[in-house]
């Protein structure tokens, strides 16, 4: 399955500074998605990237792909307190479409 | 666009009682999923419809049944509910190969 592992589990980081985590995932994919859940709720959809790109940015998003690792990382710039949540990538391939998310990050921003 | 709508958004039910979820895809979405998540945990994929057929199955019993109606909104059915499936229970619609978007989620509780 197109597994996908968040690392790390948690992190804490001061507001303004920069979060950085990691997705891994097992098999070959055609594209990963990232998502964010507020505590209790649904998943907010934040960026797709294709398995022919590298980097992608939205906003104080960035994601990169690397496929020869199987890995992804989500950055996010200048953190605030509103990006406190919960974050999961999932990666699917043609003919599987089925998201396999991990346990997620759970990143905290402290004001 | 009101993107993905799910209902009802909280449910309790007695253990042995039978529910019906219900979801509206966003608009220009054919694919239906529908997922399970328990507290701390990623969700779990239970199944995808696509043409009102189911076409892909999680690990999941056949207590678990879905539907998908001709607009594309689907169902999720769970018999003889037990105090396990007490869990958040996500729909997602999407098309072939693009991002699939999450609903708000129900929080079933069995009691």
């Known amino acids: 399955s197109q597994q996908g592992e968040e690392d790390p589990q948690a992190l804490s980081i001061q507001e303004g500074e920069n979060a950085t985590m990691n997705c891994s995932y097992k098999?070959?994919?055609?594209?990963l998605q990232w998502y964010r859940q507020n505590s209790g709720r649904g998943l907010v959809h934040l960026i797709l990237?294709?398995?022919?790109?590298r980097e992608k940015h939205s906003g104080r998003l960035r994601v990169t792909l690397d496929t020869s690792k199987k890995s992804s990382s989500l950055l996010i710039t200048a953190s605030r307190a509103a990006d406190t949540a919960s974050y999961f990538c999932?990666?699917?391939?043609?003919?599987?479409?089925?998201?396999?998310f991990g346990t997620g990050t759970r990143l905290t921003i402290i004001p | 666009d009101a993107g993905v709508t799910q209902s009802p958004t909280h449910l309790i039910k007695t253990r042995g009682q039978q529910v019906t979820l219900r979801c509206s895809p966003k608009?220009?979405?054919?694919?239906v999923s529908w997922y399970q998540q328990a507290l701390g945990q990623g969700p779990q994929f239970i199944f995808q419809?696509?043409?009102?057929?189911?076409?892909q199955r999680g690990n999941f019993p056949d207590r678990f049944s879905g539907h998908q109606f001709p607009n594309y909104s689907s169902e999720l059915n769970v018999n003889a509910l037990l105090l396990g499936d007490s869990a958040l229970y996500l729909c997602?619609?999407?098309?072939?190969?693009?991002?699939?978007?999450f609903g708000q989620g129900t929080r079933l509780t069995v009691v």
């Open positions: 098999t070959s994919i055609n594209n």
């Open positions: 999932a990666g699917t391939n043609f003919g599987n479409e089925k998201l396999t």
């Open positions: 419809y696509y043409e009102e057929e189911e076409r």
């Open positions: 997602a619609s999407s098309s072939w190969n693009t991002e699939a978007f």
């Open positions: 990237i294709r398995s022919n790109e």
């Open positions: 608009s220009g979405h054919d694919t």
